[in-house]
């Protein structure tokens, strides 16, 4: 199974309808993070989280929402889709403080496609 | 604003020679730097990562060269390997253990 898995895969829906993302991890890592992928772009972070009670924006936030049910789960809502959220979304997690050389290496799921129309 | 460059979207290499990917930042509070590499349909996996205070970390095939001064860090992959045909993405962190800016990937072939 995979360190970090992401739920569903592929999606399609409609504008104006609630979408949920789900992401789980059995790495035990403390931090979770939900990214966003659009072409010719780099991955752009819509919030983090450093543990349960912990959640932050990241740089692209308006319009999603997260909920961090346990160490090991982390989702991400669009309350009302819009065409221009159609994008690749990855979870990923890292260790809290330092990793070896002080990197925070994060381990990315395999993305969620989510098309709105 | 891009803090994050990588100029090429694509690379084309023969099998056995060097792949050279290249990534410009702006940031000069950038610590820590990192390659992910990405295969289709997979998440980016962690590759290297180098430190600002070293100007080289090599692991196996891989080494990865930073220049401070120009804001510059190349990956060199020696020798390449069809394998090696993916998306590397470059990364970089303010601080230890922060919040990552990433670049927009290179797609490398490694041809036959």
């Known amino acids: 199974d995979a360190d970090v898995t992401q739920t569903p895969r592929n999606r399609i829906t409609k504008t104006g309808k609630r979408i949920m993302l789900e992401c789980s991890q059995t790495?035990?890592?403390?931090?979770m993070y939900w990214y966003r992928q659009d072409p010719g772009l780099g991955l752009r972070l819509i919030y983090y989280?450093?543990?349960?009670?912990?959640?932050n924006k990241g740089e692209i936030s308006d319009g999603y929402s997260v909920s961090r049910q346990a160490q090991a789960k982390f989702s991400l809502s669009l309350e009302s889709a819009i065409p221009n959220q159609t994008a690749l979304y990855f979870c990923?997690?890292?260790?809290?403080?330092?990793?070896?050389?002080?990197?925070?290496?994060?381990?990315f799921g395999a993305g969620s496609r989510l098309t709105v129309l | 604003d891009q803090q994050v460059k990588q100029n090429s979207p694509s690379l084309s290499v023969q099998e056995g020679r060097i792949s050279i990917l290249n990534c410009d930042y702006t940031?000069?509070?950038?610590?820590?730097f990192l390659w992910y590499k990405k295969y289709p349909a997979e998440g980016p996996t962690f590759l290297i990562s180098?430190?600002?205070?070293?100007d080289k970390n090599e692991d196996g095939r891989f080494t990865v060269f930073l220049n401070k001064s120009a804001k510059h860090l190349s990956l060199h992959i020696v020798p390449s390997q069809p394998g090696d045909s993916a998306v590397y993405v470059c990364?970089?962190?303010?601080?230890?253990?922060?919040?990552?800016?990433f670049g927009e990937g290179t797609q490398l072939t490694v041809n036959p």
């Open positions: 990923a997690t890292s260790e809290s403080g330092t990793f070896r050389s002080g990197a925070n290496v994060l381990t």
């Open positions: 790495k035990g890592h403390d931090r």
């Open positions: 989280s450093f543990d349960v009670k912990d959640i």
């Open positions: 940031n000069s509070m950038f610590d820590y």
């Open positions: 180098i430190s600002s205070i070293k």
């Open positions: 990364a970089a962190q303010e601080t230890s253990g922060s919040r990552l800016t």
